[in-house]
């Protein structure tokens, strides 16, 4: 009989093949990094003034809307405008279902505001649930610019008489601006 023999296979040297992946990986990481910080874009974060909101982030999921369904709505005024050479009066858009003028459940909703036509010159929403959504103020141009929509949280509002910004301002009325930049749109064009 023969005696058994113990081969002892010693493991490859695999110290050598990890510290080369260690080293392709932090080379991998050093080039993706130097990269994106040469490629990398700054952003400009602009702020707004202390009478103005931003529509994004000031303004409740109810002022949104309205303040959406105004922008909209602004320009079939504008047409209407140039047809009639006056603006239309808030019942004619309540008829026609323009939002916000519309009577629905959406507009209920959103704060049952009641629309009235201020001297030719702007739309008044007064809300009946400032809870929900406080009342709108939609100054119109003589051109068709970007609208100007002011809202005002207080309650019981009365209809202002002046529409200047300075008037509106010590009333309580802020602007509402929108800023598109790039964390909103995320839209790059290389």
């Given amino acids: ?8 296979v010693r493991p490859a040297g695999a110290g050598h093949e990890t510290l080369y992946v260690l080293l392709l990986c ?3 990481l050093a080039v993706a990094g130097s990269v994106v910080a040469w490629r990398g874009e700054s952003q400009e974060v602009s702020s707004v003034g202390s009478h103005q909101l931003d529509a994004r982030r000031d303004l409740s999921a109810s002022e949104q809307g309205i303040y959406a369904d105004l922008r909209v709505t602004l320009d079939e005024i504008h047409l209407l405008r140039q047809e009639q050479q006056t603006p239309p009066t808030p019942e004619v858009l309540a008829d026609e279902g323009f939002a916000p003028f519309a009577q629905d459940a959406s507009s209920v909703s ?10 030719a010159k702007a739309y008044f929403g007064q809300s009946q649930m400032p809870g ?8 119109l141009s003589a051109d068709d610019d ?28 802020q602007q509402i601006v929108a800023q598109f930049d790039a964390g909103v749109t995320r839209q790059h064009r290389h």
């Fill in 1 to 8: 009989m023969t005696t058994p023999t113990t081969h002892i």
């Fill in 110 to 119: 959103r704060g049952g505001h009641a629309w009235q036509l201020l001297d």
């Fill in 146 to 173: 970007a609208p100007d929509i002011w809202l005002n949280p207080g309650k019981a509002l009365a209809a202002p008489t002046d529409l200047t910004d300075a008037a509106l301002e010590s009333a309580g009325w």
């Fill in 132 to 139: 929900v959504a406080g009342s709108f103020l939609m100054r």
């Fill in 26 to 28: 932090l080379m991998i």
